[in-house]
């Protein structure tokens, strides 16, 4: 080995090139590790975050299910004594009757264990499933029951989904009719926010890998090139590359945000007051029956009448968060079930085209385009004043194009910048996150609005036919 070496010559470049790689390659290889480290640790932190402000709006999102459904029939309830198996049987019609989703429903158990209400599993129903546990070994009655006398409170548990038969990760909220020696509660599936989080940890370890493919060519590159310009052309990338980082961050948690103050929007205009209507009307009707009113079952007919426009309402809202259509049949019957719902709720005359495309969209141009249709109606019905809107959607030669048309008054001509519309600027952004374009053409006689997703977002003809052949976009 030493005469190979010494049959070796270098030259001064050489040794320079060396002397000055050796280091380079050292240093770099340290920093890629310490990027990683840090990087994981880092987006660890906000996997967690993420998990424990999804679980707990999951949490809030059942509290409220459960203390909006008790505050429906507390008027039974709280007048009835414990042996009034007349109140019982009416508030279990009505608990029976509150399902809503794809999975969720209430159900009540007594403290002995047996099961009164189930009406998505109605084979559990006037069974004693004291002992039930589940393949983890959480004995799950006894836990609600548990909880229930305790004054309420969650479990988390598996559960067979009432769609599919299979087990999946649920968390309870249980509160207690105590009188009755009653556990009620109603539970929510998190199997989205284990999926979730498990996609973030793997996109993680692949923005890692990334991370040491693009060192590993900046560190060839300062190789081949001046040492010096390497060097400050590294140090250049990363930290735009940390700039990027923080604005993608700071634009999740305003988005986050806003979504948030849209849901509240909606729960405080719309099922807030039908809620408070409800209440009066339950209270008139209340007084009405203690003063032997004939006029109390209309009252109540109407307080019932009110209560399903506000499930209607939950509906809508959790349809709007995330239309399962889209998912299921694909961006043009989500886009035709939008706008007859537009249409029904608005009425403003609402017309959508669309052609069979023999190229399916990706997940990631169908939710873009959905979104930006959605946002697009929602600026129609408040602020536009129309009385036709016209959605058309097509693919071509170059992707996919989405086309809204409306004869309202136009939008008020700005200057890109902060006073720029929150839609506005999300449809842009969308575009840009796709590669895509967005045209806005306005005028006092209406306005177009035209996105369009390059054709690096439409699947291959052959992956198309092979997994659905007659799909749409």
């Known amino acids: ?13 050489q040794k320079l090139f060396l002397l000055a790689s050796v ?22 932190r906000e996997i967690r975050s993420l998990e424990t402000q999804l679980l707990e709006a999951k949490k809030r999102e059942l509290r409220n299910y459960v203390t909006q459904a008790r505050n429906g029939f507390y008027f039974i309830y709280g007048s009835a004594p414990p042996n009034d198996d007349a109140a019982k049987e009416r508030v279990m019609q009505i608990l029976a009757a509150m399902i809503y989703g794809e999975e969720g429903f209430f159900f009540v158990y007594d403290y002995d264990g047996t099961n009164l209400v189930s009406p998505r599993q109605t084979e559990l129903i006037n069974g004693n499933w004291f002992d039930l546990t589940d393949s983890e070994g959480t004995k799950v009655v006894q836990e609600f029951i548990t909880t229930a006398r305790s004054g309420a409170g969650y479990v988390e548990h598996l559960w067979p989904k009432p769609s599919t038969g299979e087990e999946g990760r649920m968390i309870t909220y249980v509160t207690s009719f105590p009188s009755w020696q009653w556990a009620v509660g109603t539970g929510v599936f998190i199997d989205d926010v284990l999926v979730s989080v498990a996609a973030a940890r793997a996109e993680v370890e692949a923005r890692v890998q990334r991370t040491f493919v693009y060192i590993s060519g900046i560190t060839l590159a300062a190789l081949l090139l001046v040492f010096g310009s390497g060097l400050v052309l590294n140090i250049r990338e990363r930290r735009l590359a940390d700039a990027k980082l923080k604005e993608l961050t700071q634009r999740v948690f ?85 706008t007859d719902d537009f249409r029904n709720r608005t009425g403003i005359n609402t017309q959508f085209e669309t052609v069979v495309f023999r190229n399916r969209l990706d997940q990631d141009a169908k939710i873009a385009l959905y979104r930006i249709a959605q946002e697009a109606l929602t600026n129609v019905e408040r602020h536009s004043g129309a009385t036709e809107v016209r959605l058309d959607v097509r693919g071509h030669r170059t992707g996919a194009t989405l086309r809204i048309a409306d004869n309202g008054s136009g939008i008020e001509q700005r200057p890109p910048g902060p006073n720029q519309g929150i839609g506005l600027r999300n449809m842009q952004e969308r575009m840009d996150q796709l590669g895509g374009t967005l045209r806005v053409l306005s005028s006092r006689t209406g306005t177009v609005i035209e996105a369009q997703v390059p054709l690096t977002h439409m699947l291959p003809p ?12």
Not at 24 to 43: G, T
Not at 293 to 307: E, P, V, Y
Not at 462 to 473: F, I, L, N, V, Y
Request: cysteine-free; hydrophobic content about 45%.
């Open 254 to 338: 305003d988005t986050q945000e806003e979504e948030r103050g849209r849901v509240a929007r909606e729960l405080h205009d719309s099922i807030s007051q039908i809620l408070v209507g409800v209440k009066y009307a339950l209270d008139i009707a209340r007084r009405r029956v203690a003063a032997g009113d004939d006029r109390a079952s209309d009252t109540l007919a109407k307080g019932i009448d009110n209560l399903s426009e506000a499930i209607h309402e939950v509906r809508r809202i959790s349809r709007d968060l995330r239309p399962g259509v889209l998912d299921d049949l694909g961006l043009g019957p989500a886009l035709k079930a939008l």
């Open 462 to 473: 052959e992956d198309g036919r092979s997994q659905q052949p007659k799909a749409r976009a």
């Open 23 to 44: 280091p380079l390659i050292l240093a770099v290889s340290a920093i890629a590790i310490l990027v990683a480290a840090q990087s994981r640790a880092l987006a660890e």
């Open 1 to 13: 080995m030493s005469g190979v070496f010494a049959r070796i010559r270098l030259s001064y470049g």
